[in-house]
């Protein structure tokens, strides 16, 4: 019996777990952190950056990285506002910057945790608002048919 079929918790769960692309946006989010970890360390401790300066560049490069794979490999979007949807998803990823950034200062600063800890702990705790805001917002874009009339693309 396949696991999309029938009534059970699994098969709800399975059901969820494909429409809303969950396991496409983690691995994607898997990828982007690695690049994010990896300018991270690198930044900080081989060009000796402030680890708040790289956190930033580097959660910025990852969120390029996350908007391109998302966009074309997990939900498939054919929305043509590619620029509407790179400021909306850069608008959301900010927040997500904001709180890793804070969680970084007040575990380094505060706590007195390596920067690459408090790096994984922010990673934690941005993830579902991340996944929320594009899913629900960014990548809905797509689903709505293209037109040459400008009021379409303001709603």
């Not at 930033?56 to 506002?81: A, E, I, P, W």
């Not at 990673?123 to 917002?137: E, V």
Request: some cysteine; aromatic content about 14%; charged content about 15%.
């Amino acid at each position: 019996m396949d696991v999309w079929e029938g009534d059970g918790p699994v098969a709800s769960v399975a059901r969820l777990l494909s429409r809303e692309k969950i396991p496409g946006f983690v691995v994607i989010g898997i990828i982007s952190t690695i690049l994010d970890l990896g300018l991270l360390y690198g930044l900080t401790e081989y060009f000796h950056i402030w680890y708040l300066l790289s956190a930033t560049v580097s959660y910025s490069c990852g969120m390029v990285l996350n908007f391109l794979l998302n966009k074309f490999l997990n939900f498939q979007d054919t929305s043509r506002h590619y620029l509407w949807q790179f400021v909306t998803f850069a608008l959301i990823s900010s927040t997500g910057l904001a709180l890793t950034l804070g969680v970084l200062y007040i575990a380094v600063e505060i706590f007195s945790q390596n920067y690459l800890v408090a790096k994984l702990i922010a990673i934690i705790l941005s993830f579902a608002w991340n996944y929320l805001g594009q899913s629900r917002i960014t990548f809905s874009l797509g689903k709505h048919r293209i037109s040459g009339d400008r009021r379409d693309y303001l709603r």
